[in-house]
């Protein structure tokens, strides 16, 4: 009678349909040999033991980090709120504006940042804010046509016209950015953080805390573009 041979498909087969195996035959653990990570053969029983210290480990770190983030996020909320109540008590809007970037500048990590808003008495362009004259509300709205359309957060790579309008030259040496609508469709202007970093921002990151910026922004400022209320008087008269 010839020799049966079992193959791998075999034995995993019969492991499969016999799962208690190794409750009825504890002994066969400590004989199994496995590799490590380092190639060394160790007990089956000594492999899972390293296995379960090493997810251990990992789980630890990851609470940690998500501990760190917590306080992370619990600081700068309770820096917005202060922003808030300080803002509340700021009414040229020039200050408010000259307040709010010396926030964010304090507060977030990011390479370059700007207010883009309509042309306000006071009001004018600096390293932070765009002061949006009669001529640059025309190619505004054609540039950020989709944008005002939509009036969504846009996170990741913008289109080099989009990067070139707000930062100039600068523009070159960005990376990725992140665009928040002030107001609806962005009636009263855009909130715009970018970084020299590509893998800074990102399109699966979350923009909730920034989207709270903007929304400070939008309670502060009255007046509208100009250009959304001709397009919209085009639209209806169509």
């Known amino acids: 009678m010839s020799e049966k041979h079992l193959s791998d498909s075999d034995i995993i087969h019969y492991l499969t349909q016999n799962k ?17 990570k380092n190639g060394k053969v160790t007990s089956l029983i000594n492999h899972q033991v390293n296995v379960l210290k090493e997810r251990n480990s990992q789980l630890k770190n990851k609470l940690s980090q998500l501990i760190g983030y917590a306080e992370e996020n619990e ?18 809007i020039a200050n408010v504006t000259k307040h709010f970037a010396r926030f964010v ?18 009001l004018e362009s600096s390293s932070v804010v765009k002061s949006l004259s009669a001529e640059d509300e025309s190619d505004f709205s054609q540039i950020f046509q989709e944008f005002i359309t939509t009036g969504k957060p846009i996170c990741g790579r913008l289109k080099k016209s989009k990067l070139q309008f707000i930062f100039g030259k600068q523009a070159e ?4 950015s992140v665009m928040l609508p002030i107001g609806k469709n962005a009636q009263k202007g855009l909130l715009v953080f970018a970084s020299f970093d ?3 921002f990102n399109p699966d990151m979350s923009t909730d805390l920034l ?14 573009f100009s250009f959304v209320h001709s397009t919209k008087k085009q639209n209806n008269e169509s």
């Open 20 to 36: 208690d195996f190794f409750i009825r035959h504890p002994e066969q653990l400590e004989a199994l040999k496995v590799n490590n």
């Open 75 to 92: 600081k700068t909320m309770s820096q917005v709120f202060e922003l808030t109540l300080q803002l509340c008590q700021i009414s040229h």
């Open 105 to 122: 500048k304090h507060s977030f990590d990011s390479d370059l940042f700007k207010i883009v808003v309509p042309s306000y008495e006071g």
């Open 173 to 176: 040496k960005i990376g990725s």
């Open 198 to 200: 590509e893998s800074r």
């Open 211 to 224: 989207a709270r910026l903007s929304e400070i922004l939008n309670r502060k400022f009255s007046k509208k």
